[in-house]
């Protein structure tokens, strides 16, 4: 028997160990797996996050490209018809100066020709259209009028000047000086025209790039809150649960302790009531054995062992009957009687006498007291299954409860490390983007620190420099024709005006030009007036004014002062003597 219990045992021990085996395994592959889908719901996760992100990028540049095609549209219609207009000027133009041209040609053959020279010896001795050589002085004086003709003021037209000022006849020098001078002007204004449009670029890049940024910040404060809520929720229930299971366990504890009291209770009176009918039964039984000696029953005999009974039928002795224990020897215990010391025997009474009548009557009290632990008991038995039975249910319902409760809380402790998770990369990516927004609002003042000055001055120094170049070509005009000038010795008329705003050679020149736009005003009149002495009074003033560290006083502008007649048309002039009527 023990070889077949220790061969059974090492049976049991090996299906035990490859049990154990294959459940190790098992847990390993399961937590392989739960790691592997782990990580592939939070990949799917980020890319989720990053495709809602770049479908909020790909609509804001949706958005921002349909307003770009409608303005190019507009911009498309505007420069179709502008096209149009322009196309038509030029080629008003266009026909225009063809017939200036063959005017011109007409009048220069007309006048060429060899019988209208004769004419001309013969009735103008003195000519008045005549190629004459203009004096080097007048030529300088004239070149200086156009160089202080700008509006604005380069210190390099100064060495231009200077050069003018000296004593040499040629002005080739100069004029390669001029044109130098263009081509760095025409070269600066370039490289501002560069600087601007890369500004006006740059600007434009890293606005939409900042509104795309704070737009991408609050999207990722929004997408942060809700995570932040099922964190919270989730905390909550895992709590709430964790103290349901806490609570449950208290609840089974409770019931198994009420449960284990209640059974030592019906163990002990269950005893109890049986050592009482036993006991009943063998009083009973003591009483028919005097009062009715048919009900008796005999108490059963004694078996002896093989051994025993082997020595008594050789003629030897049975052993000794044990002395009976219990109540009162008769071999019944009961788990709740407990026996004092025996009082002292009674005093002798008179001769007895058997009394059978009453006799029944206590035998009949004992079976009504057997039939009353007969019924108690049943009724114990009955309680202590439906007990049992109500505990099993509830033990059952608990461990069932238990189970799902702590297999919700794994759930939701999972949820709660991806939602976390989601949270944590939520709230690195708003911290990424808060980075990068900060460095764009750098780079933005650093763009209006290096761009701010150049785009509100840029007309004022395209102006300036357009003035420049304007006042350096006429001043080369006038230095390349100083040897053929063709000058009409007869008359004060200009026959190139300087335009509007710019002082005119001679008082008649700038009537000439104020009647030229008289035509188009209503009662206007004529006047002009010498520029240098009527403003020279106020452009030799100095102005003081606070500079760094101390002050600085400066000219307002008397060497720039232009030689010429200015002209206006008015129907009457406010300042008599300065302005002349023409």
């Not at 490859?18 to 782990?38: C, D, H, M, P, Q």
């Not at 479908?55 to 490209?65: F, P, S, W």
């Not at 050789?314 to 709740?336: D, F, N």
């Amino acid at each position: 028997m023990k070889d077949t219990m220790e061969s059974d045992l090492e049976d049991l021990t090996k299906t035990e160990n490859s049990a154990k085996a294959n459940f190790e395994g098992l847990v390993a592959a399961k937590e392989k797996e739960i790691a592997a889908n782990t990580k592939a719901i939070e990949e799917k996760t980020v890319r989720d996050g990053e495709v809602a992100v770049e479908i909020v990028n790909m609509k804001e540049d949706l958005d921002d490209t349909s307003k770009a095609f409608l303005e190019d549209k507009k911009f498309l219609a505007d420069l179709s018809t502008n096209c149009a207009t322009k196309k038509s000027e030029y080629d008003v133009v266009v026909k225009t100066r063809a017939e200036e041209m063959v005017a011109l040609a007409e009048t220069i053959k007309l006048l060429n020709d060899d019988d209208a020279l004769e004419l001309f010896k013969k009735t103008l001795p003195s000519a008045s259209l005549l190629q004459l050589t203009v004096a080097n002085k007048a030529v300088k004086h004239q070149a200086l009028q156009a160089l202080h003709s700008s509006k604005g003021h380069d210190g390099r037209l100064d060495l231009i000047a200077l050069a003018l000022r000296g004593k040499s006849a040629n002005f080739d020098k100069v004029v390669k000086m001029i044109d130098d001078m263009v081509a760095l002007l025409g070269k600066e204004q370039g490289d501002d025209d560069q600087k601007k449009a890369y500004c006006e670029t740059a600007f434009d890049r890293t606005e939409d790039e900042q509104k795309a940024l704070t737009q991408t910040i609050k999207d990722l404060g929004k997408a942060i809150e809700d995570p932040e809520e099922r964190v919270a929720t989730l905390t909550e229930e895992i709590a709430a649960l964790t103290k349901g299971i806490k609570d449950l366990d208290g609840q089974v504890k409770d019931a198994t302790e009420t449960r284990q009291e209640e059974n030592a209770e019906y163990t002990e009176t269950m005893a109890n009531n049986n050592a009482a009918k036993e006991l009943i039964g063998i009083a009973k039984n003591r009483m028919n054995k005097f009062y009715n000696p048919k009900m008796y029953q005999a108490p059963p005999k004694r078996e002896l062992s093989e051994e025993y009974r082997i020595a008594v039928n050789m003629g030897g002795t049975a052993p000794p009957t044990p002395a009976p224990g219990g109540i009162a020897g008769t071999g019944v215990t009961g788990a709740a009687l407990m026996q004092d010391a025996p009082p002292p025997p009674p005093e002798a009474v008179a001769a007895y006498s058997k009394k059978g009548e009453e006799s029944t009557g206590v035998i009949g009290m004992m079976d009504m007291l057997t039939a009353e632990l007969d019924k108690e008991m049943q009724e114990m038995e009955v309680n202590e299954k439906d007990a049992q039975s109500e505990y099993e249910t509830f033990m059952k319902d608990s461990a069932d409860k238990r189970a799902t409760d702590s297999a919700s809380i794994a759930d939701k402790e999972g949820a709660k490390a991806n939602t976390e998770a989601e949270l944590e990369h939520a709230n690195s990516d708003k911290r990424s983007k808060t980075a990068e927004s900060m460095a764009k609002a750098e780079e933005i003042a650093a763009l209006h620190q290096e761009c701010d000055w150049l785009v509100a001055n840029f007309e004022a120094r395209k102006a300036a420099r357009a003035g420049e170049i304007d006042s350096l070509k006429k001043a080369k005009a006038v230095l390349s024709g100083a040897d053929y000038s063709l000058v009409q010795v007869s008359a004060h008329r200009s026959v190139d005006p300087e335009g509007v705003g710019v002082p005119e050679k001679t008082k008649g020149a700038a009537c000439d030009e104020c009647n030229s736009k008289s035509q188009l005003l209503k009662d206007c009149s004529c006047h002009a007036t010498d520029v240098w002495g009527t403003f020279a009074n106020d452009a030799t003033k100095e102005l003081t004014s606070a500079s760094g560290y101390g002050s600085t006083t400066e000219n307002t502008g008397a060497k720039r002062l232009p030689e010429g007649w200015h002209w206006h048309c008015r129907p009457v002039s406010a300042t008599e003597g300065v302005w002349q009527q023409c």
